[in-house]
């Protein structure tokens, strides 16, 4: 059998969400959302086994357990409360990756509200961790409904900023900021440009570059020589399959 | 060592706290800024909200890692301000009764950074005015809250960080699983959130527990390392089986999601908000909401 013919989309985006973490070694590995935390543990079991996970809930894991079973055992490696968790955020050894009701061109994310933030048409989740984890360490997004809705050219509120107000606000503040990369349901995007500008890295097997472009509020870089995003190995889907998400709750998380 | 029974040792004879939910509230007034401890729907003092919202106090500012405390407060018309990170159900994460309330602006709003939160709480426990912190440079943070201001350190670096000010309380709720009769609070469960802080920075402090305990029993449930509210900083106490319902209060007992269910759906029935504010929040006691709960069934 081989994973090409196989792989669903959740899948490859799981696979993309556990690359973000590839090469951050002995750090606080914290995704938020289903197919992060699929992804995150996947990194853990495969390339990057020096990672400490939290999907915080107070303790830190050590073994690999399936997403949404609270009674599943867990090998607990460490006392981890919300406190420790900031605590960690301005040490740096952390990387977390967010949702984003809206994202921008510079990588300005949106999770506070829709509208005017004064009194806004929609009350989202409010700023929560973003405006500190985004000056402190690496932070990934993951967005799962990619449309001109969701990637916009101008978020309405900022909860955690972007390459361009980090220039604008300039060293030293800026010096531990880091928009690592987005992965949403058609493609993988990163900031590799030379203005930090959005970039396609890859589009999802299946998924065009227009398919992408037509998708987006925004002008985007990198649409000439885009790649295709790596599909999960075999022992990828296994794990997948078998161990992290047996139930398949990663698959709500696309409508 | 110090942990099991020290049963049969002599105790100094400390100060009795004791009171009721009411009693707590009488000593309440109009315009005050209450911190209630907790986070999202954890562990939450809900009695005592519940004993807030039979009373006739308004205008309050509510200071919390927002849960059902500050949806319940919006819709029963008693904020005039909510200071928060967020405010969220967990397994609903928008609450709504404070979406209706900050999508119609009935209420005035700091939002901030949950750990620059934290740095507020943390000042006012020191009694310094703000302590510093990266969060909210180049986000919205600062525009949302035109009143904060930013430092520059006094030393070789330099740097411009933001200033978050002590979140003076005049009160504070806090809940926990074991407390003895001086106010020496317990949490059993795996996260003690940030009520040891909301404890320090509050001129008062009212503390409800799942039990109250004699102090020699307080190593009975849990070692040394839970006795994290020290009796220094509490006011009153309050027995409160129960006391954290809907919201959870582990390991006493987990969140009622069903009746979290209904209550979130009373934000889009007015019929529903009626039926529900008579049927709980007007038990004229913590007794009589028990008694409530269980006609439920």
């Known amino acids: 059998m081989s994973a090409l013919a196989e792989a669903a989309v959740d899948e490859v985006c799981v696979v993309a969400c556990a690359e973000a973490f590839r090469g951050d070694g002995e750090i606080l590995c914290n995704p938020i959302g289903t197919v992060p935390i699929v992804g995150g543990r996947l990194a853990r079991a495969t390339f990057e086994p020096d990672l400490a996970y939290t999907d915080t809930v107070s303790v830190l894991p050590a073994n690999d357990f399936p997403v949404g079973d609270p009674d599943a055992p867990r090998v607990v490696e460490s006392w981890v409360p919300y406190r420790t968790v900031f605590d960690i955020v301005w040490s740096g050894k952390r990387h977390v990756m967010m949702g984003a009701s809206q994202i921008d061109q510079w990588g300005n994310q949106n999770i506070a509200a829709i509208g005017d933030f004064r009194q806004p048409k929609a009350q989202l989740l409010g700023l929560r961790g973003a405006p500190g984890n985004l000056l402190n360490h690496t932070t990934s997004y993951w967005v799962p409904n990619h449309s001109p809705r969701s990637f916009v050219a101008a978020v309405d509120v900022v909860s955690g900023p972007g390459y361009d107000r980090m220039r604008e606000l300039g060293a030293p503040g800026n010096r531990y900021h880091e928009v690592r990369r987005v992965v949403s349901n058609l493609g993988v995007f990163d900031f590799q440009t030379d203005d930090n500008r959005m970039r396609v890295a890859s589009v999802h097997p299946g998924v065009t570059v227009e398919q992408v472009v037509e998708a987006t509020g925004f002008e985007l870089a990198g649409t000439d020589d885009a790649a295709e995003t790596r599909l999960p190995t075999d022992e990828e889907l296994r794990l997948i399959r078998e161990v992290l998400d047996p139930g398949g709750a990663r698959k709500a998380e696309f409508r | ?297």
């Not at chain 2, 390392?225 to 009796?231: M, Q």
Request: hydrophobic share 40%.
């Open chain 2, 1 to 297: 060592m110090w942990a099991g029974s020290q049963e049969g040792a002599i105790v100094a004879a400390m100060v009795d706290k004791r009171m009721t939910e009411d009693e707590v509230v009488a000593e309440l007034k109009d315009g005050m800024t209450i911190g209630i401890g907790g986070w999202g729907s954890r562990r939450k003092p809900m009695s005592l909200v519940r004993a807030i919202l039979r009373s006739g106090l308004k205008d309050l500012t509510v200071v919390a890692y927002g849960g059902p405390d500050i949806g319940l407060l919006c819709a029963a018309g008693r904020l005039r301000r909510a200071v928060y990170g967020f405010v969220s159900l967990d397994s609903i994460p928008l609450e709504p009764h404070f979406r209706q309330a900050r999508q119609s602006g009935a209420i005035e709003f700091t939002e901030l950074d949950e750990g620059a939160f934290y740095l507020g709480l943390l000042a006012a426990s020191h009694r310094v005015p703000f302590y510093p912190t990266r969060a909210g440079l180049g986000s919205d943070m600062l525009s949302m809250n035109p009143e904060l201001r930013t430092v520059t350190s006094p030393y070789d670096d330099g740097e411009e960080l933001v200033a978050i000010p002590a979140f003076k309380l005049d009160a504070a709720l806090i809940h926990m699983n074991r407390a003895d009769a001086a106010g020496n609070g317990q949490f059993l469960g795996p996260d003690l959130y940030f009520d040891d802080l909301f404890a320090m920075a509050a001129d008062k402090t009212y503390l409800s527990a799942e039990r109250v305990v004699p102090t020699e029993n307080l190593l009975d449930e849990g070692p040394v390392h839970t006795l994290r509210i020290p009796r220094l900083f509490t006011d009153g106490v309050v027995e409160a089986p129960r006391g954290a319902h809907f919201t959870e209060c582990p390991p006493d007992y987990g969140r009622d999601e069903s009746f979290q269910r209904t209550y979130a759906a009373t934000a889009r029935d007015p019929d529903a908000w009626e039926a529900f504010r008579s049927a709980y929040l007007e038990a004229p006691s913590h007794a009589e909401y028990l008694r409530a709960l269980e006609a439920r069934a």
